[in-house]
């Protein structure tokens, strides 16, 4: 069974009361406030079983309140403390109880937060290294398509000088065909001249042999020779 009463520094009690060095008495503090609400406490937890048990003490002695921690030093050295009544040490179980479980959520929570975090942070590494890669295979395309209608052009070009070529030789050929039905004559350029119109291809002979056979003399154009 645990003691009904302990003693502790005045210091330490002062701290508790009246905030006084509140660094340097954390630890009893923590151990004085453990003792009057019975209860496992750490100095997270403190605050809150301290909060109930300083209102029980100023109930019980009210006196206390307008003590200055000069007024509660002078006192003396030690000062023996009693534990809750049970109603207040169980209704400081049932707090921690619910500070526990909450916090046990908090830590719960900020762990799956942080993984969740991580995941986030790897998730946009990868994000942004996919948005790199898809910028550089877009200027790739892009490239592609200029390089391909470059091409294109060149071909279109191309195509139509030998258009424009073979349209040209149509023309001087219907010009040549023209010439034909007007002229019954065929001009080929560079070539010789023309057979003369009406002409049936026959190679000329050079008509009538001459009546001298070209000695110069009139002797045999006689029927005497």
Same mark, same amino acid.
């Given at each position: 069974?645990? %003691? @009904?009463?302990?003693?502790?520094?005045?210091? *330490?009690?002062?701290?508790?009361?009246?905030?006084?060095?509140?660094? #340097?008495?954390?630890?009893?503090?923590?151990? /004085?406030? #453990?003792?009057? *609400?019975?209860?496992?406490?750490? %100095?997270?937890?403190?605050?809150?079983?301290?909060?109930?048990?300083?209102?029980?003490?100023?109930?019980?002695?009210?006196?206390?309140?307008?003590?200055?921690?000069?007024?509660?030093? @002078?006192? +003396?050295?030690?000062?023996?403390? $009693?534990? /809750?009544?049970?109603?207040? *040490?169980?209704? &400081?179980?049932?707090?921690?109880?619910?500070? $526990?479980?909450?916090?046990?959520?908090?830590?719960?929570?900020? $762990?799956?937060?942080?993984?969740? %975090?991580?995941? /986030?942070? %790897?998730?946009?590494?990868?994000?942004?290294?996919?948005? *790199?890669?898809?910028?550089? $295979?877009?200027?790739?395309?892009?490239?592609?398509?200029?390089? /391909?209608?470059? @091409? #294109?052009?060149? &071909?279109?070009?191309?195509?139509?000088?030998?258009?424009?070529?073979?349209?040209?030789?149509?023309?001087?050929?219907?010009?040549?065909?023209?010439?034909?039905?007007?002229?019954?004559? &065929?001009?080929?350029?560079?070539?010789?001249?023309?057979?003369?119109? +009406?002409?049936?291809?026959?190679?000329?002979?050079?008509?009538?042999?001459?009546?001298?056979?070209?000695?110069?003399?009139?002797?045999?154009?006689?029927?005497?020779?």
């Amino acid at each position: 069974m645990a %003691e @009904a009463r302990k003693v502790f520094p005045m210091n *330490t009690f002062v701290s508790y009361l009246k905030g006084v060095d509140k660094e #340097g008495n954390k630890k009893g503090v923590v151990e /004085l406030v #453990g003792y009057m *609400t019975q209860s496992e406490i750490d %100095e997270e937890l403190a605050p809150f079983a301290a909060a109930l048990a300083k209102a029980w003490i100023y109930e019980q002695h009210p006196e206390l309140v307008k003590m200055t921690s000069g007024d509660l030093s @002078a006192q +003396g050295q030690n000062v023996s403390v $009693a534990i /809750l009544p049970p109603d207040v *040490t169980a209704e &400081v179980g049932a707090l921690f109880a619910k500070l $526990a479980a909450d916090k046990k959520t908090i830590c719960e929570q900020a $762990a799956k937060l942080e993984k969740v %975090e991580k995941e /986030l942070a %790897e998730k946009t590494a990868i994000l942004k290294d996919t948005d *790199t890669r898809m910028k550089a $295979a877009e200027t790739k395309v892009k490239s592609l398509e200029a390089s /391909l209608q470059s @091409a #294109g052009d060149k &071909v279109i070009v191309a195509s139509e000088a030998k258009v424009v070529e073979y349209i040209g030789k149509v023309d001087e050929l219907l010009k040549m065909i023209e010439d034909v039905k007007k002229h019954g004559v &065929v001009t080929v350029s560079g070539g010789g001249a023309a057979p003369a119109a +009406g002409g049936t291809g026959t190679p000329d002979a050079g008509g009538e042999p001459s009546s001298d056979f070209g000695f110069g003399s009139d002797a045999f154009a006689t029927d005497k020779w």
